[in-house]
């Protein structure tokens, strides 16, 4: 989530009442979150597990609960509760606002672009050109779409992120305030749903395919000219590069990246990073031929337990 | 289902033109199928297999298709096809109302609550304060929801149940005449479908947080602050109590209970109750250890099979 | 997708410029995709490995991207792009016809039938008597529903199958120009999706129940009374007999056969045509009481290697 234009540190951490420690005029550009820090980006840490991880990220701000030393070129702001800071600083910048119509008039929807009866284009999101986007499909504020794309009905586009934090009687919301991207030539099948990045971006990459009740978690990144059958099921964070290729019910954990040309079989579950241009199948899924191979020899064990 | 004032067996009797065993004047106060029947509830039974159970159950009055001692403080109506009988009564009771706008005129809505556009919104549907009830949502008659819910895009909340009859030649509906419960807090994803109680009450616990694509059956309850990631699929008549975390694509089959604060795995089956506090894994589930050995050891089969 | 009147070999070569083989006058009745053709349809073939099977298949006519020797009987077509070629063909005769409403003008709805609110009917769709149409669903053009089907919220009937030509940088669509046809007695649960044929018909027999979040694939037939639970999935182009039972989240793979009376337990994945009258269970699926066996032995694994 870009600030723009950026604000000082004495100006964010006033609008959480915080103590900070840098120059009060640093400028901070962007609000992210741990996974999608960039240069120049505000970030929060409210676990001692994660305090290094989060000094040493890109991040130029960090809100954190400790007092702690303040790295060289970063500034630190403190609060007793992080989570609750960042949550209401995306609600400053990203505040829900109600439709009024079901296209929004903040919307921009390119030529030859067919919108069908019964869809909702939220605010600020954009649409390219010649795209399809059939009836009864949502798109949330802030989702960009290219030229050539087709979306068929019920899909949903935008839509928040799993991102809760557990508290001792509850859950809190991260809300999100990152966007969908969805670029030229994709086309999405009935009933997926894409969410939107928690404060970064969740993307469908360049003339990839999807078949229908797809779910892609927040800021999960498919590649170009990917092809995944219906029921796949993509966790947040995820990294899919080009040319993957998921047949149906295929399970995806999150915070892991699966390499290009990458095939998995039917109903597999992915626990952990795959190397690309091979072939996969099982849950946990492993290269197929080996995966093959013990489900022939599960098929001998009544002999095998019987000789023995 | 209450009826509300309660009814005389005389007059349930009378209109499913039945004979029966009791007081006229014995009043039956609610219509509940076998699962989910309470003290003054008609019930029906139409199998041998069931009726002992039907007898011993907790209802009041029983839809029976054989002459047989009427059990103490108990009545009995006679039919040739109790089935038929028990849903002409729903139908009765609850019968199908045509919508006549998107927002029905009977529908009560809190303060503070905002409902965008495109969602449908059902007879005697009940929603609490400072909901958001995201575009093309879909909530049938009858559906309950408490404060602070969130509902996304897509989602269809009261549907009816999958609860049919095997006829020789087809499959007889058992109409649905429960409804769906949504609790204070509770999150539903995008295209999460919670289908309603087939008599009785599908209800969703307070604080929980559902991602997309979930699907909760008929008369399910579902804790309070659990958490479940996408594509879950739940069957009818399942207990989840609080504190259950379900990975993504679990699948859990119906009549059974998990115990609170469970954790299972993704692309886990379940097929019987599972105690709560542990982990599980697996289709069939196991605790979690003991799956992961065993799928340790296959990866070494083709070693043990070369062996021996 | 029937040619109402039929064309002639030469108009038919003409439309995408062709040079051809055969009688000019020769008769075309119909465009259906190889694995639908009948005796009158035109179907095309783009690889070498295909060349016999198109051929020696029921297709009068052929588009062909090789010079060969042409079957009695039937004629040829020469394009150096076949699949480009048919699909210019399939967007000639079934051109998308953007809505002008929520129900088009051009649609038959029968006697007793209810449309909820927020249900969109595309052109030239014919709906039977007596049925629900619940709200937010979306029928494609085309599609045909017979007496007493009951259609539940987030359904989608009749959206494009994912059927895809890999080229050297992208992927190519076949348009979808066949059809959905849901016959008497089906209830289709909340958020469904069933793909219309590429060129034939996707059909759900008579009687059928579907739970929700089902997918259904292009071309594929399913029979009378059969009962899915919810979350199946089922590829393109597969045949389900009558009475079959599938269990929640079972995977079904394109291009088989499921024997009547067949019951495949929950999470199974099918990828070979199933015997009907039997029990299946596991991914891949085999007969449930051998699944169940193997599943029992694994268990003793880590008493068996200790042992040994």
Redesign the interface.
């Given at each position: 989530m870009q600030l723009n234009p950026p604000l000082s540190l004495h100006q964010v951490a006033g609008m959480i009442g915080a103590s900070f420690d840098g120059e009060p005029g640093f400028p901070i550009s962007g609000i992210n979150e741990i996974h999608m820090v960039n240069e120049g980006d505000l970030t929060f840490v409210d676990h001692p597990k994660y305090y290094e991880k989060a000094l040493k990220s890109k991040a130029s701000a960090i809100i954190i609960n400790k007092e702690m030393d303040r790295p060289d070129g970063k500034a630190l702001i403190f609060s007793d509760d992080p989570f609750r800071d960042f949550v209401s600083l995306i609600k400053k910048f990203r505040p829900?606002e109600?439709?009024t119509?079901?296209i929004s008039s903040t919307a921009i929807i390119g030529k030859g672009t067919?919108i069908?009866?019964?869809v909702?284009i939220?605010n600020h999101v954009v649409i390219g050109r010649n795209c399809?986007i059939?009836?009864?499909v949502?798109i949330?504020d802030h989702t960009i779409i290219g030229d050539h794309v087709?979306i068929?009905?019920?899909?949903?586009i935008g839509?928040?992120g799993?991102y809760?934090k557990r508290r001792s009687?509850?859950?809190d919301?991260l809300e999100s305030g990152g966007r969908a991207l969805i670029e030229d030539?994709v086309?999405i099948?009935?009933?997926c749903?894409i969410?939107r990045g928690s404060t970064g971006d969740t993307t469908i990459g360049q003339?990839t395919?999807f078949?229908?009740?797809i779910?892609i978690?927040h800021d999960t990144i498919i590649g170009k000219?990917c092809?995944f059958?219906?029921?796949v099921?993509v966790?947040g964070c995820v990294i899919v590069e080009d040319d993957v290729i998921l047949w149906?019910?295929v399970?995806v954990?999150k915070d892991l990246t699966i390499g290009k040309g990458a095939v998995v079989f039917?109903?597999s579950?992915i626990?952990k990073s795959l190397e690309g241009g091979k072939t996969y199948f099982g849950?946990?899924a492993?290269e197929a031929r080996?995966a093959m191979?013990?489900?022939a020899?599960?098929?001998?064990?009544?002999e095998?337990?019987e000789?023995?």
């Open positions: 829900f109600p439709a119509g079901m067919i069908q009866p019964g909702f939220g399809i059939h009836p009864n949502t949330y087709i068929h009905s019920g899909a949903v839509s928040d799993l809760f009687s509850h859950y919301k030539y086309e099948g009935a009933c749903t969410d003339g395919k078949d229908n009740h779910h978690g000219n092809l059958a219906a029921q099921g966790a149906g019910q399970g954990q039917g109903q579950g626990s849950s946990p492993q080996e191979k013990q489900m020899l599960i098929r001998k064990l009544p095998l337990f000789k023995l």
